[in-house]
């Protein structure tokens, strides 16, 4: 999946855009989990096999969460954009008005705020990437060791125990947001936040 960059017509469309950025990313890692599971599932060891495709898993998580890289500076440059534009539309507006000198300049003190606010945020997205793979790659290993407990002992077949595999981090999804009340939120609502 590559992100298309483009520019959107109002902040809404811009946060859409960015939400279904996130929110494609988590698809595409399940469906790479999907295939990985399915990958040799008629052969002794399957259980022991996924477990220890770790390593391989993280790499193609890796690729599903690389094009993300580039939303950050993207917000940042939307971000600052709409507070310029703002600023000059409420001059123009109060000029028009005759409530400011035509000689009126605003200060700069204000905007460096919202870029440091703005820097802020996309700060926190940046190491979000880094926290998507590791919480990706945890719950993977959890509903896998969890799941091959089944095939061991005999109870599930491999096919069962990859759908409920399949099903668990599907229904648990990458959630590596946790916010000061200890909830959890999926990446594209958070993205979206």
Known sequence: MAVQLQTYGTPEEFANFIRRAYADAETNMIARVAKRLVRGIDSPGWA??????????????GAAVRPLRELPRRIQEASEKAYDEGVQAAIGDLKAANLLAPS?????????????LAGAVTGTLEQAHLQILRSALDTYRSVVAEASAQVLTGTQTRREVAQVVLNRFADRGVRPFRDRSGRTWDMASYAEM
């Open 48 to 61: 022991e096999a996924k477990l220890a495709e770790t390593q391989a898993l993280a790499r193609e998580i």
């Open 104 to 116: 009126f300049s605003p200060s700069t003190g204000a905007g460096s705020g919202v870029k440091a």
